[in-house]
């Protein structure tokens, strides 16, 4: 099973992942999470993402097709993976079609989280509070500046991705709404059980 979880900034795509990751046994390909070990590394590429992510803006295609090139590729990934928070602009869902087209495969499904965006900066707020809370270091993008920067950078770049994936049929939208239970089932569902 192969699959991308698309969605705002904390729509929940990284908790439905994980769940996934779980039911189906494949990993759960964050770039946000793979980015985030680099800049805690300091190798040259955190270094040179770590300005841009604290920001709220995009690392370069270039970098982060290079990064999921490379971990798709570990044997963990052989019988699938959830891609979560890639791709994130039309360039790296076309450089992801390449990639697995190169390996001749393909991808199960795209799932996409709609959400209330009012209801999103909420949903941060209580993200950090639950870092603190589970004693867990606290993002430096979960900031009101930083997650506007975010969002912006979703609506100007990311949701055309969606457009992409619907015109290919393999789109997949679920209520991002309701809750984490419910959505869970909603997946399964679509996903066919
Ligand atoms: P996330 O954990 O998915 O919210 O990602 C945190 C930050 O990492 C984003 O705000 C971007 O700065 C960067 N990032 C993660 N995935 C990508 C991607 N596919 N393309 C560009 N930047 C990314």
Do not use: W
Not at 27 to 49: E, F, H, N, W, Y
Request: proline residues 5%.
């Amino acid at each position: 099973m192969r699959l991308v979880f698309l969605g705002p900034p904390g729509a929940g795509k990284g908790t439905q992942a994980a769940r996934l990751q779980e039911k189906y046994r494949i990993p759960q390909l964050s770039t946000g999470d793979m980015l985030r070990a680099a800049v805690k590394a300091a190798t040259p590429i955190g270094l040179d993402a770590k300005v841009i992510m604290d920001a709220g803006g995009l690392v370069p295609d270039e970098i982060v097709v290079g990064i999921v090139a490379d971990r798709i590729c570990e044997p963990d990934a052989k019988s699938g993976f959830i891609l979560d928070g890639f791709p994130r602009t039309v360039n790296q869902a076309e450089a992801l079609a390449r990639m697995l087209r190169a390996r001749n495969m393909d991808l199960d499904a795209v799932i996409e989280l709609k959400v209330d965006e009012a209801a999103l900066l909420a949903r941060i707020e209580q993200r950090v509070k639950d870092s603190i809370a589970g004693g867990a270091a606290v993002r430096a993008d979960d900031n009101p500046e930083a997650f506007k920067a975010r969002l912006d950078a979703y609506h100007a770049q990311t949701a055309p991705v969606s457009a992409y994936y619907a015109e290919k049929g393999s789109l997949k939208t679920i209520d991002g709404m309701a809750p984490v239970d419910a959505v869970s089932e909603a997946i399964a569902k679509a996903l066919g059980g």
